[in-house]
């Protein structure tokens, strides 16, 4: 079993960068596909890209494509999100999420809590 933290998460104006990590409080993430997600209030959570064990492949959702890069690094066990250029829409409580599958798989299996990203205008 693993339990996952995201943290990172803060108050960001416009144009900004910022970086979200996500670790293990229990457990490992060495042997998991990692994928990131967000929840605006309202709306359907969404997927937002995904990448492997080894951390040479990727999968991002067109909506944050080129804006977004995910990367892991495994001797640190945890994965990160890296934002940029963000936009008030991109306001929202950010989740990372295991998976057993392929970068592509949708079904996910443990959660962490979340961390919220304010982008203000």
């Known amino acids: 079993q693993v339990q996952l933290v995201e943290s990172g998460g803060g108050l960001v104006h416009t144009g900004d960068s910022l970086r979200l990590s996500c670790a293990a409080s229990?457990?490992?993430?060495?042997?998991?596909?990692i994928g990131w997600f967000r929840q605006a209030p309202g709306k359907e959570r969404e997927f937002l890209g995904a990448?492997?064990?080894?951390?040479?492949?990727?999968n991002y959702a067109d909506s944050v494509k080129g804006r977004f890069t995910i990367s892991r690094d495994n001797a640190a066990d945890t994965v990160y999100l890296q934002m940029s250029s963000l936009k008030p829409e991109d306001t929202a409580i950010y989740y990372c999420?295991?998976?057993?599958?392929?970068?592509?798989?949708?079904?996910?299996?443990?959660w962490g809590q979340g961390t919220q990203v304010t982008v203000s205008s």
């Open positions: 229990e457990g490992s993430l060495s042997n998991y596909i």
């Open positions: 999420a295991t998976n057993t599958g392929t970068i592509t798989t949708t079904r996910y299996q443990h």
């Open positions: 990448i492997n064990w080894s951390g040479k492949r990727t």
